[in-house]
């Protein structure tokens, strides 16, 4: 008898994290079907502006992203700036995402949390040719703000921030 009411109880678990999607994607929980705005300065001065929506994709299986930003380098045409989309790779056992922007840059990498931080890590190409590792945060603060930061980090410690702004649920 027990064993019969421990395979119905794991079958009804199995059933319920199936029903949630991909369980591994839940750090994002909170950001979905919600936008987020936030507005600052990069460390050079030059104004920064976001709009991000988060929700799921299909069968909950993955998490999509788009941004709104500025268009170009005159900071005067804002409007939709990228695609990404998150997934847990069984191979890696990490999520990874792909942000494709209307430039067609391709930015890949993978993403860490700590408790309720979302951390982004990858390596950025700018215009010189140079790499850069970067990592964005988005470190949780309460349910309808999250604190944004842009820079490179050294065995989970900032060594340099480029931009630290906030987002709000909006």
Same mark, same amino acid.
């Given at each position: ?44 001065? =030059?104004?920064?502006?976001? /709009?991000? /929506? ?16 500025? @268009?170009?380098? =005159? ?7 990228? $695609?990404? &989309?998150?997934?847990? $790779?069984?191979? =890696?056992?990490?999520? &990874?995402?792909? &942000?494709? $922007?209307?430039?067609?840059? @391709? ?13 982004? /890590?990858?390596?950025? /190409? ?8 970067? =990592? ?24 340099? &921030? ?9």
């Amino acid at each position: 008898m027990k064993s019969f009411l421990s395979l119905v109880a794991l079958s009804l678990f199995s059933l319920s994290v199936i029903a949630q999607g991909n369980i591994m994607l839940m750090p994002f929980e909170a950001l979905m079907n919600a936008n987020w705005k936030a507005e600052g300065s990069w460390k050079d001065g =030059t104004p920064f502006k976001q /709009e991000i /929506e988060y929700k799921w994709g299909a069968g909950d299986e993955s998490v999509e992203m788009k941004t709104k930003s500025y @268009l170009d380098s =005159t900071l005067t045409a804002f409007g939709h700036f990228s $695609d990404g &989309v998150h997934n847990w $790779d069984t191979l =890696t056992n990490s999520i &990874v995402f792909q &942000v494709k $922007d209307v430039h067609g840059n @391709l930015i890949e990498g993978k993403v860490r949390t700590k408790q309720k931080t979302i951390l982004y /890590e990858y390596a950025y /190409e700018g215009e010189n040719g140079v790499i850069t590792y970067l =990592t964005d945060a988005l470190i949780w603060i309460k349910p309808d703000k999250y604190m944004f930061k842009v820079g490179t980090m050294k065995e989970d410690e900032w060594t340099e &921030v480029y931009l630290e702004a906030y987002f709000f649920k909006k």
